[in-house]
C-alpha cells in the first residue's frame, strides 16, 4: 500500500461507520460495478484455510447478482484462482488472485505470474523452517506462499523474522502481506487496488463506480481506489477505526443477507 492509501493511524477518535445502502446496485444494475473479497467478507473465518464453509446460496446468489449486473461481479482475494473456482462452481466469476498477482477477466482470459525457481525453492525451505513453529500452516499458492499462526501464536515473531529474511533474499520483486494471524511472501508489483483498476478498464466492467467490500488490510488498496474512483468502499466490520473504506457491515452472514435483498 503506498503511503496516500494507508488508513489514518493518528490519534483521532474512530468515526462510527453506518451500514451502506447498496441498493443503487439493484436500482442502476448498469451504473456500478461490485468487487468482492472472499475469506472474512463473503465467508465466516475458519480455524485452518482449507476448513471454509461455502453457504449453500451463496454460489447462486452471486450469479443472479452477476446477472442482474451485466457481468460486472468480481472476487477479488488472498487466494488463488485455481483454488477459488470450485469454491462457486458450477458458476465461474472474473477473479483476481493472490492480492491481484493474477486475473482472470470477464472473457475468460487469464493473465498469471512466473514463478521463479529460485522462489520454488524458497517457499520448501520455509516448509522445512516451520517443522520449529507447532501448530503452525504454510499454504503453498503458487506465486505466493503464506504462513498462518492462528494455531501458534507463541511463534508469530520468530514466523515474522523469518519471512522477512526470506523477503530481503527474494528481492525488489516480492512483498510482505501481513493479515489475519497470517504473513505471506507475494509479487511486489500487484495490490488488489490495481486489479480493480484494471477491471474497470475492460467490460463489462468499464464506464462503471466500484463496490469494493472487504475485511482486511489488503482490500484497503481497493478501498482507496473505489474512494478516488466515485465508488462506495466498505468493510466488514469496524477495522477498529483504521480503515479507509467508508461503510461497515457487521459480518459475513449479515453481508451476504444484504446481497439476497438485492437480486431481483
Ligand atoms: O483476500 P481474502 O479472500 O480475504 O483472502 C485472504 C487470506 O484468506 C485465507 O486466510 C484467512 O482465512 C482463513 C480461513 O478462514 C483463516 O484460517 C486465516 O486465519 C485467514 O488469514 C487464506 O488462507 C489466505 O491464503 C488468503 O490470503
Redesign the pocket.
Known amino acids: 500500500m503506498s503511503s496516500q492509501e494507508q488508513p489514518d493511524q493518528g490519534e483521532a477518535e474512530p468515526r462510527p461507520l453506518k451500514e451502506p445502502a447498496l441498493t443503487a446496485l439493484s436500482l442502476y444494475p448498469r451504473d456500478w460495478a461490485l468487487f468482492l473479497?472472499?475469506?472474512?467478507?463473503l465467508l465466516d473465518?475458519?480455524?485452518?484455510?482449507e476448513a471454509?464453509v461455502i453457504p449453500d446460496h451463496l454460489p447462486a446468489t452471486l450469479h443472479a447478482l452477476s446477472r442482474q449486473l451485466g457481468g460486472a461481479l468480481a472476487l477479488v482475494?488472498?487466494?488463488s484462482i485455481e483454488f477459488v473456482d470450485p469454491l462457486f462452481a458450477p458458476f465461474r466469476f472474473p477473479v483476481a488472485g493472490l492480492h491481484g498477482a493474477e486475473r482472470r477477466d470477464a472473457a475468460g482470459r487469464l493473465r498469471r505470474t512466473h514463478i521463479p525457481p529460485a522462489f520454488q525453492q524458497m517457499k520448501q525451505t520455509i516448509a522445512r523452517e516451520a517443522h520449529a513453529w507447532p501448530g503452525a500452516i504454510v499454504?503453498d499458492?503458487g506465486a505466493a506462499v503464506?504462513v498462518?499462526f492462528?494455531h501458534a501464536p507463541g511463534s508469530e515473531a520468530e514466523i515474522a523474522a523469518a519471512m522477512q529474511r526470506h523477503l530481503e533474499d527474494a528481492g525488489p520483486d516480492w512483498s510482505l502481506q501481513h493479515?489475519?494471524?497470517?504473513v505471506?511472501i507475494c509479487p511486489a508489483h500487484a495490490s488488489k487496488g490495481h486489479a480493480i483498476e484494471a477491471f474497470l478498464g475492460e467490460a463489462p466492467f468499464e464506464g462503471r463506480r466500484p463496490v469494493t467490500i472487504g475485511?482486511?488490510v489488503?482490500d484497503e488498496t481497493m478501498f482507496a481506489a473505489a474512494n478516488r474512483l466515485g465508488g462506495q468502499s466498505v468493510r466488514i466490520g469496524d477495522g477498529n477505526g483504521k480503515t479507509l473504506a467508508r461503510a461497515s457491515i457487521g459480518s459475513p452472514a449479515r453481508l451476504r443477507d444484504v446481497l439476497g435483498t438485492l437480486v431481483k
Do not use: C
Request: hydrophobic letters at 25%; charged letters at 45%; zero cysteines.
Open positions: 473479497d472472499i475469506d472474512g467478507t473465518l475458519a480455524e485452518r484455510p471454509i482475494t488472498g487466494r499454504e499458492k503464506a498462518h492462528r493479515g489475519k494471524m497470517v505471506e475485511d482486511d489488503t
